[in-house]
């Protein structure tokens, strides 16, 4: 985005609305980040090109980019312009197990979630040996598409044993954690979990859910978790924006086999 046509074709400032004109600027510009039509890196117009687009003063354009920069969404060099930050990473832990939904609100981020999928079919060979049930049993698989802070962070496809959550497509678990429903509704609460982590490619489904370009990297998570009881309960495979997402990892020092520290 380097000049006035591009700016103008992100969105409209509206003379008629009671919103002031920077309020809906900072929206326009806003909105383009969040969902991608401006790329973290990339350089917006200058105070003068994006006044001349929209017809607005400059006072109300540097209200608009100090909004954005407030909330860490932009940043301006001094003398190169201002540059797009992108939406905050979400900085998950991977030693702690627990839902999306809780670990980010705890955070202080603000979850939104899409369903894309709900379904029951058989599960694969290599499905039932991990979930520890007969192949070809029933699973219920639920594809969603979450939100982290009005911005699209990851594509989750969770797996669950149909026989051991029968109803679960009658909650409402575009709202809410879904780990919240399986402790008060099934009784099953997470116990621990293993966990791998590689990069990989958007795909072009996962690339127009998450708003990036196919073959942009991804953040592939797949964990297999296990209840109270340590009985397999979940598989979870999850797919991160690499520009959007951290994870922690802590480390221990090394023991040998007489339970000292290694040198």
Not at 49 to 65: D, I, P
Request: hydrophobic share 40%; aromatic share 6%.
């Amino acid at each position: 985005m380097a000049g006035e046509t591009e700016a103008e074709n992100l969105g409209a400032i509206h003379k008629g609305s009671p919103l002031p004109y920077y309020a809906q600027l900072a929206g326009i510009l806003r909105d383009a980040i969040t969902e991608g039509l401006l790329e973290p890196g990339s350089a917006l117009p200058s105070e003068a090109q994006l006044g001349a687009s929209y017809q607005l003063s400059r006072t109300a354009v540097r209200q608009a980019l100090g909004e954005l920069a407030a909330e860490g969404l932009i940043r301006k060099e001094k003398g190169r312009g201002t540059f797009v930050r992108g939406p905050r990473r979400a900085d998950l832990v991977v030693q702690e197990l627990r839902g999306f939904y809780d670990e980010l609100t705890e955070r202080g981020y603000a979850i939104d979630t899409e369903l894309l999928s709900i379904t029951t079919d058989e599960s694969t060979a290599d499905e039932a040996t991990l979930l520890e049930v007969p192949t070809g049993s029933e699973v219920t698989r639920i594809e969603r598409l979450r939100y982290a802070d009005g911005a699209p962070i990851c594509v989750t496809m969770t797996i669950l044993v149909a026989a051991r959550f029968p109803g679960l497509a009658d909650h409402d678990i575009r709202s809410g954690s879904l780990y919240r429903i399986l402790r008060d509704h099934y009784g099953v609460m997470a116990g621990r979990g293993h966990r791998m982590i590689e990069a990989v490619a958007a795909d072009r489904t996962h690339a127009r859910h998450l708003g990036v370009r196919s073959g942009s990297p991804l953040l592939k998570l797949s964990s297999i978790n296990h209840d109270q009881q340590d009985a397999p309960f979940e598989l979870f495979i999850a797919h991160y924006r690499a520009d959007r997402t951290t994870f922690q990892v802590t480390v221990s020092p090394a023991t040998t086999l007489t339970g000292q520290e290694a040198p």
